[in-house]
């Protein structure tokens, strides 16, 4: 007995029905991400490449001609080098040179989260949706588990010297750790390192001011990453394993 065409059809889609291979992402819609992280790619090439122009022997005679408004034009210049790439490291310590322990670090710090909110943001413009698109399970594992540390996950890394300042921020651009975590978490783990870089800086033009209150940041950044290592080992041997079949 054979089988009525009504049987036969069910393969046809129905009126208010997807079908599902229709449903799947064109292979031309990857391509879409691209102009955005060439775009990225060239502005960060450009900043990098400015960056490297910049005659920086002038600097102390620019701060003394700008007077009052030094300090916005200098978070300003930094924050677009931290953008290029440029380590923080050399940012702190210019500033404490130019600006005093105080004030260097003080600078250096707004800069940094300047340049952070900037870097987010284009890491967010740019790369993820590619990154959602192309992601493996191991980056996508990794992404979960940066969500789940959330704030301390950032003050961790913003307090080791893993990779420059401004592709940790393109980077966290493209991952599902919260907007305010990712800042607070920036300025937290920014700010041992920035005191302690710009007392340095200072006490390269002023050797007198150097002294031994100026590793105490430092120190302090390198016991809150002990005690967050310990932190998440501790939690990662008390969560239970999920079962297997």
């Known amino acids: 007995m054979t089988a009525s065409p009504e049987v036969t059809s069910t393969t046809s889609a129905q009126p208010g029905q ?20 060439v775009a990225l790619g060239v502005l960060v090439a450009g900043a ?31 924050a677009v080098l931290l953008c290029a790439l440029v380590p923080r490291t050399a ?4 500033c404490g040179a130019l600006f005093g322990a105080v004030g260097g670090a003080a600078w250096s710090l707004t800069a940094a989260l300047l340049a952070a909110t900037a870097t987010y943001a284009a890491g967010r413009w740019a790369g993820r949706d590619f990154v959602a698109a192309h992601a493996g399970d191991r980056l996508a594992r990794l992404d979960r588990w940066l969500a789940r540390r959330g704030l301390l996950a950032v003050i961790v890394v913003r307090l080791q010297p ?19 975590h990712y800042l607070l978490g920036t300025a937290l783990g920014g700010l041992p390192s920035s005191f302690s870089y ?48």
Do not use: M, N
């Not at 990098?48 to 030094?70: I, M, N, R, S, Y």
């Not at 940012?91 to 210019?94: A, F, Q, V, Y």
């Not at 592709?167 to 305010?180: C, D, E, I, K, Q």
């Not at 430092?218 to 079962?243: F, V």
């Open 18 to 37: 997807v079908d599902a291979d229709a449903a799947l992402p064109a292979p031309v819609g990857a391509a879409t991400h691209w102009p955005r992280l």
């Open 48 to 78: 990098g490449f400015a960056a490297w122009k910049l005659p920086l022997e002038q600097l102390p005679t620019w701060v003394d001609q700008l007077g009052p408004a030094a300090p916005a034009v200098a978070v300003l210049v930094c």
């Open 91 to 94: 940012i702190s310590l210019g």
């Open 162 to 180: 893993i990779a420059p300042f401004g592709l940790v921020g393109y980077a966290y651009g493209t991952s599902s750790v919260r907007f305010r």
């Open 198 to 245: 710009a007392t340095i800086g200072a006490a390269a033009i002023a050797p007198h001011s150097l002294s031994w209150l100026t590793f105490i940041p430092a120190a302090t950044g390198i016991l809150i990453s002990a005690a967050a290592a310990l932190h998440w080992r501790h939690q990662s041997r008390s969560t239970p394993r999920p079962a297997t079949a």
